[in-house]
């Protein structure tokens, strides 16, 4: 089967509506998908003012707001009438499920009766958010619920080894590929630095910016970033904190860092202008599956400080690109970031060995993995 012969649903718990590298991911998917040739459908939550215009044909799905001071989000309700309706209209020969939640049960199950092939991406952690809610008991339930989900589908699509190895250390026997993450060259390379940028935000030239780039959200490790940034300040550690980003979080995290500067959220060229300014990316979360902004960041020369974790273990060469810790490790953090601080040789060439490491990733390579996963399971179906 080609790529022009392909009707793709896809079935997204957030494909436009709130920002983030997941929904960015398959919007650009879905792009490579049609300038191929092929049909694209979405079926998604929406809301009345989205972050950013959809890619391809969006079918709004019925949800409730997300509880637990959480609003942002929406969950779908599953597949009401109307949207079924509207989906067996367009008759797709691949459904494509981003979320194990209800919407990706149902679709799931929809497909299954009529013979269509399914193929699950995975994004995001899950499993690891409640423990930073206090709910860390639940882990073990959200561990089984995803195997189940997972093992449901005719193909799984993570983007980096080290999430195979995780998914088959639960149980996931499904085949799984691997569909990884390109990098905007163009936007994220050190050319973007501008010191007189830097300077407006109160960092000189000679300074240190330690960064932080994401979505602020508990689940990122906003807490162990303010607990080693207190420790680089207990030590004496001359250092700028620079914050990138906003979110839910942003008023819990200012009172945790006070001094640091913070750009809001960021877009476009004014995104690679603030990934350059960074000196160290320090990147402690133990929820991601790939690293969007690590890639990011290593394209614009900046070395690495990350928890030794899923996804940045594929990214960051210990001792080369930057440092891997264990997590949640706030002295061996402060340890890593202290030497790349103080020895500006070794920072520069941990930069430029960043840079360097990821020139590679493109989009229109690993994209074009995805559409030869979605033309062999529809051309088996």
């Excluded at 649903?9 to 957030?14: C, E, K």
């Excluded at 089984?144 to 026997?173: C, H, I």
């Excluded at 001359?238 to 839910?248: A, E, T």
Aim: charged share 20%; aromatic share 10%; glycine share 10%.
């Amino acid at each position: 089967m080609l790529a022009s012969d392909l009707r793709i649903a896809l079935f997204s718990g957030n494909y436009n509506y709130v920002r983030d590298g997941a929904n960015q991911a398959l919007n650009r998917l879905m792009g490579s998908a049609l300038a191929a040739g092929a049909a694209v459908r979405v079926y998604s939550p929406t809301i009345a003012t989205p972050a950013f215009p959809p890619t391809g044909d969006l079918v709004s799905v019925p949800s409730w707001s997300m509880p637990g001071g959480r609003g942002e989000y929406r969950l779908a309700r599953g597949l009401p009438d109307a949207v079924r309706a509207d989906l067996e209209a367009y008759r797709p020969n691949i459904v494509h499920v981003s979320a194990p939640d209800i919407l990706g049960h149902r679709a799931v199950s929809w497909a299954h009766a009529q013979g269509i092939a399914t193929i699950a991406s995975l994004h995001t952690r899950f499993e690891t958010y409640p423990r930073y809610y206090h709910l860390g008991f639940t882990e073990p339930l959200l561990v089984w619920a995803q195997k189940r989900f997972y093992n449901r589908v005719d193909q799984v699509m993570v983007p980096s080894q080290s999430m195979v190895t995780l998914l088959r250390e639960w149980g996931v026997s499904s085949p799984i590929g691997v569909w990884s993450r390109g990098i905007n060259h163009a936007r994220f390379n050190p050319g973007r630095r501008d010191e007189a940028w830097r300077r407006a935000l109160g960092i000189a030239e000679h300074e240190v910016a330690v960064g932080f780039l994401g979505r602020l959200v508990l689940e990122k490790g906003l807490g162990v970033f303010a607990d080693v940034v207190a420790a680089l300040k207990a030590r004496g550690v001359p250092h700028k904190v620079l914050v990138i980003g906003d979110g839910p979080a942003r008023e819990w995290f200012a009172r945790r860092v006070p001094e640091a500067a913070f750009t809001g959220f960021q877009a476009g060229d004014d995104l690679g202008r603030a990934v350059a300014g960074m000196d160290i990316f320090f990147m402690p979360s133990v929820t991601e599956t790939f690293g969007n902004v690590t890639t990011e960041a290593m394209a614009a020369g900046v070395p690495v400080v990350a928890a030794r974790a899923t996804g940045s273990v594929d990214l960051v060469v210990d001792g080369v690109t930057g440092f891997l810790v264990p997590p949640q490790d706030v002295s061996a953090y402060a340890d890593a970031i202290q030497r790349l601080i103080e020895d500006p040789a070794l920072r520069r060439a941990a930069g430029l060995a960043s840079h360097e490491r990821v020139r590679g990733y493109e989009w229109e390579e690993v994209n074009a993995d995805m559409l030869k996963a979605y033309e062999a399971l529809a051309h088996k179906a």
